[in-house]
């Protein structure tokens, strides 16, 4: 008897635990993401585009449409459909609207100059790494690269590495993630965690380096500018 009274405690605990989370997590909260929000939000893109993207591979070849994974136009529906999704629990966990997470305002055109030709210097820094890796290292052979699907340009890899990506991406680690932790942490370790989110969704092992510190770049140009847009134009420069 005593048991199970003990067990109807912990069950009746534990049920006040599982609400508290519940209540904790849909509760709107201006200093979101955060660490452990943004951990959740990372995880939850990357879970979307595997989800999204090999549901849709298989759904378009029960009906008779031949595609291979990483095709332009199926990369850029399941970068659509889930940065979608991550941004707006975001925005809607913050109060914020699409409109508040790209601040516009106050953008000095003096500064485009530089910022596009700092853009060109990482190019250029990336371009030697890869030069370097290819020519000396094996990691370039072994790695699988799903950007090596968009090698040949068309319009469809334009529209997804000049407009989809830049402007999605940007939203939801510069706009999102970066402004949610500088709320908390300092403007050093937050461009660090938000850059590395950045290099790591794009599966390249080889990429890693240079991706993470043009997202350490763009970041310090958003905090630097309060301005999303040379981030976007940045961003597609170098894609």
């Known amino acids: 008897m005593h048991n199970i009274f003990k ?11 599982v609400f508290r989370f519940w209540e904790k997590l849909l509760k709107k909260d201006k200093n979101f993401p955060q660490i452990w929000g943004s951990i959740i939000l990372f995880l939850l893109l990357l879970s979307l585009q595997f989800f999204i993207g090999y549901t849709l591979y298989f759904l378009l070849l029960k009906f008779g449409v031949r595609i291979y994974l990483g095709d332009p136009t199926h990369l850029s ?20 609207t699409f409109q508040n997470l790209i601040p516009i305002e106050n953008f ?14 990482l190019y250029l820094l990336s371009f030697t790494y890869h030069f370097i890796l290819n020519n000396y290292a094996y990691l370039e052979r072994i790695e699988f690269d799903y950007f090596k699907a968009l090698i040949y340009p068309n319009i469809y890899s334009f529209g997804l590495l000049v407009l989809i990506s830049p402007v999605t991406e940007e939203l939801f680690f510069r706009g999102l993630l970066l402004n949610g932790l500088t709320r908390r942490f300092d403007v ?7 850059s590395l989110f950045f290099a790591v969704s794009h599966f390249s092992v080889q990429k890693l380096i240079p991706i993470f510190l043009l997202g350490f770049f763009l970041g310090w140009v958003f905090i630097k500018t309060k301005n999303l847009l040379p981030c976007i134009l940045i961003h597609a420069i170098n894609n």
């Open 7 to 17: 067990r109807r405690i912990n069950l009746k605990k534990n049920s006040i635990s």
């Open 77 to 96: 529906i399941t970068i659509l459909l889930s940065y979608f999704i991550v941004i707006y629990i975001g925005a809607w966990k913050t109060g914020k």
């Open 108 to 121: 000095k055109v003096t500064l485009l100059l530089p910022l596009i030709l700092t853009s060109i210097g």
């Open 188 to 194: 050093k370790h937050s461009l660090a965690l938000s």
